[in-house]
């Protein structure tokens, strides 16, 4: 009976996350270094096991779990511009709480990795033609690959917030609301241009289009697969989800000193700011995976020592 109550509330919670940080998962920061873990640890390389508030998780007020969202492909619209994801990775952990609410937290080198995405066009589709002398002075120069191509990363702008866990079980409805803002890369624009900010973030609100296909195994503490294991885990895999809510606003910081001059090229051939409802992201095929302690109430008042505990002891 035990076991059957925490698969509902598991499943339950895995199929929010699974469905909304696969969107989480698109938005891209810099590499981070990864442990190992065996068996049915693997995928959980960075889940962040120490953070105080996952090892103070009680197993009765407060539980705690790994989450990992993954997905291959997806696109991001912004304004003018569609720019195709590649390769991304979210690793959090989750708090859940005994009134229904979730505390994400996030791994100290960062929830977020991605492959950064080249833009189409790199600068000469970005902001050329124009009018300004100094940016078509800019533009004569593109011929140049390597001063044309641009990278766009999105990073996160602040903590994820407004998290619906029941929304994760039906479609068309917002499952959490993530602060992200894109680095534009290339040696023309400086290495401080962004469309977005810490403070006028885009926030991103996905939606599940799609429901995923539910799996679920048990396993020892180590990672060994194992019928009556104390650890389960929640596989969610071929979920699609989509936001076509959000603002955009425009690019800053982005010229090396040439006083908001290439901010306003980008803007002006993008379409930025761009209003809500003109921009979109979707995401394909995304691979979730949530695990959690069996029976947390049986470890109380330890349960996120034990699953920090079990963790590490997966960990080559």
Not at 134 to 162: D, F, H, W
Request: with cysteine.
């Amino acid at each position: 009976m035990m076991r059957f109550s925490l698969g509902t509330r598991l499943a339950t919670t895995a199929t929010a996350l699974g469905t909304a940080l696969g969107a989480f998962a698109t938005m891209g920061t810099a590499t981070a270094a990864a442990a190992v873990p065996n068996g049915e640890w693997a995928p959980f390389t960075r889940c962040p096991v120490d953070a105080p508030a996952m090892l103070a998780a009680d197993g009765l007020a407060r539980t705690p779990q790994c989450v990992v969202s993954s997905s291959a492909s997806g696109s991001i619209k912004l304004g003018n511009t569609t720019v195709t994801t590649g390769r991304t990775n979210l690793q959090i952990g989750v708090v859940q709480n005994s009134d229904g609410t979730s505390t994400v937290v996030a791994p100290a080198g960062g929830a977020l990795i991605a492959d950064s995405a080249t833009v189409p066009g790199g600068l000469l589709g970005l902001m050329c033609p124009s009018n300004v002398p100094a940016v078509t002075a800019l533009c004569e120069q593109l011929g140049n690959s390597t001063l044309n191509k641009i990278t766009a990363t999105v990073e996160s702008a602040g903590a994820p917030y407004a998290f619906n866990q029941t929304a994760g079980i039906v479609t068309g409805e917002p499952i959490v609301a993530i602060p992200v803002r894109i680095h534009l890369e290339n040696p023309l624009l400086g290495s401080n241009c962004y469309i977005g900010t810490q403070s006028k973030p885009i926030v991103l609100r996905p939606q599940n289009l799609t429901f995923p296909e539910f799996g679920m195994t048990f396993f020892d503490g180590d990672g060994t697969r194992a019928d009556d294991g104390e650890m389960s885990r929640i596989n969610l895999t071929g979920s699609t989800q989509n936001d076509s809510t959000f603002a955009v606003p425009g690019a800053s910081g982005c010229g090396l000193g040439l006083l908001g001059i290439i901010d306003a090229a980008v803007n002006l051939k993008t379409g930025l700011p761009s209003a809500a409802g003109k921009n979109s992201l979707t995401l394909n095929n995304t691979q979730t995976a949530l695990a959690g302690l069996n029976a947390p109430g049986t470890v109380a008042p330890d349960a996120g020592k034990r699953l920090a505990q079990n963790w590490h002891s997966a960990v080559n």
